[in-house]
């Protein structure tokens, strides 16, 4: 009886032991674009050891269409690296065929497009690092394929 309290001591040692020496999350509010500007969302995220991973979630996204998808993007504006993080998915369709939420769940273990693409997403100094949902005509995990000339094409940002 003594060991198992022991083994179940140290377990619960080591358990808090990671909780306090684990990276806090981030989280930003999310502001509304040219595409959306009515839209709202907030996103959280963590990075460690080259690993960009989160949720977003967004409001009162406009409809897009059959043809036009919510991308979620990290991008070094010091750099000009680019990381895909992935579509926005509504409760009933990624199409968004009517007004609507959305959410996604990311993780990004390198940036896909840019000069360093291939290389581990890194963060930039304060103010050189945005997050970007993005209406595009395309789903593509390497560059982006906005419905319009950026900026028109954002529909939530966040830089910080």
Not at 40 to 45: A, L, M
Not at 60 to 69: E, I
Not at 113 to 139: K, R, T, W
Not at 142 to 148: K, Q
């Amino acid at each position: 009886m003594l060991q198992t309290k022991g083994i179940v001591g140290i377990a619960v040692a080591v358990v808090l032991g990671l909780l306090l020496v684990a990276p806090p999350a981030t989280r930003c509010e999310l502001q509304a674009g040219p595409f959306a500007p009515g839209a709202s969302g907030e996103i959280t995220f963590l990075m460690e050891g080259g690993v960009l991973s989160g949720e977003l979630k967004a409001r009162a996204l406009p409809a897009q269409g059959v043809h036009a998808f919510y991308i979620l993007w990290f991008v070094r504006t010091d750099l000009g690296d680019k990381a895909f993080l992935g579509p926005v998915v509504s409760e009933n369709s990624i199409l968004f065929l009517t007004d609507g939420t959305g959410r996604l769940e990311f993780r990004a273990e390198a940036f896909t497009d840019g000069p360093h693409a291939g290389s581990s997403v890194s963060l930039g100094a304060a103010g050189n690092n945005l997050f970007v949902l993005i209406a595009e005509n395309q789903i593509d995990t390497v560059m982006p394929f906005p419905v319009s000339p950026p900026p028109s094409s954002f529909a939530l940002m966040a830089t910080f």
